[in-house]
């Protein structure tokens, strides 16, 4: 998996959670995420530490936290159809790392 961005889909099952990977999902919002990496500049510039919402190579709205940008957009879209983007100032504060104690 080189360079590629892996999906898994939370599915809860009777007390249990399981992920599946999503192969038909890896291209979903995948013009979105593009549209921000291409203004990311202007975004900081702008709307630092604001929400964007991305749908179609637009910006739908900006709003101050990620709750208010879901349920604003929620109003005019279907989930799924966008993307809610917080505008950081480092490019390393985008890096999520996840830490366990189980060793394989």
């Known amino acids: 998996m080189k360079g590629k961005m892996r999906l898994l889909t939370l599915k809860n099952t009777s007390n249990r959670i399981c992920f599946a990977e ?3 999902r ?3 919002l ?3 995420y ?3 990496q291409k203004n990311k500049a ?3 510039e702008k709307y630092l ?3 964007v919402v991305i749908k179609n190579e637009q910006l739908l709205g900006v709003y101050s936290t990620s709750a208010e940008a879901l349920a604003e957009t929620l109003k005019k879209h279907k989930i799924g159809t966008f993307l809610i983007q917080q505008i950081l100032e480092k490019e390393e504060d985008y890096i999520q790392r996840f830490h366990s104690r189980v060793f394989v």
Do not use: H
């Open 34 to 36: 593009e549209f921000f």
């Open 30 to 32: 995948e013009k979105e």
């Open 42 to 44: 202007e975004f900081k």
């Open 26 to 28: 890896t291209k979903m």
């Open 22 to 24: 999503s192969k038909k």
């Open 49 to 51: 530490r604001k929400f």
